[in-house]
């Protein structure tokens, strides 16, 4: 196994428990917090750092179902994380109005891309 796909690996897995811990937390308290914005940050950067790894590994951009859903996915938790500190930095209650049952579904379309990349990468079609 590549070095490149091993690393990808722990920081995808890593962006899977950063983000989790912040949308659940967010979603079950009803109430963004400082330290959820923290956590999803560490959720995108670790997620674009798995992303970044991938494509050094595969040295130029492919297009398959996984692909698109996995950068439509680092889109919507790049979007997220600019609501999320918009809404906290302003003190917007509008903008936090709908945010969490936003969050659900952005985690929700991230998490398809995860478990598709799980599969491909176990059963060796990645």
């Known amino acids: 196994m590549s070095?490149?796909?091993?690393?990808?690996?722990?920081?995808?897995?890593?962006a899977?428990?950063?983000?989790?811990?912040?949308?659940?937390?967010d979603y079950c308290?009803?109430?963004l917090k400082k330290w959820h914005i923290t956590m999803f940050g560490?959720?995108?950067l670790t997620d674009t750092l798995g992303t970044l790894l991938m494509y050094l590994h595969v040295g130029y951009l492919i297009f398959t179902a996984h692909s698109i859903s996995g950068f439509l996915g680092l889109?919507?938790?790049m979007s997220h994380f600019c609501w999320a500190f918009l809404a906290i930095r302003n003190n917007d209650l509008q903008l936090l109005n709908n945010?969490?049952?936003f969050s659900i579904l952005v985690w929700s379309f991230w998490m398809i891309s995860?478990?598709?990349?799980?599969?491909?990468g176990i059963n060796g079609l990645g």
Do not use: D, E, P
């Open 3 to 14: 070095l490149f796909i091993l690393w990808g690996a722990v920081f995808f897995t890593l």
């Open 16 to 25: 899977l428990v950063f983000y989790s811990v912040g949308i659940w937390n």
């Open 29 to 31: 308290h009803k109430q």
């Open 42 to 44: 560490l959720g995108v």
């Open 75 to 77: 889109f919507l938790m």
């Open 99 to 101: 945010f969490h049952r």
């Open 114 to 120: 995860y478990i598709s990349g799980l599969y491909l």
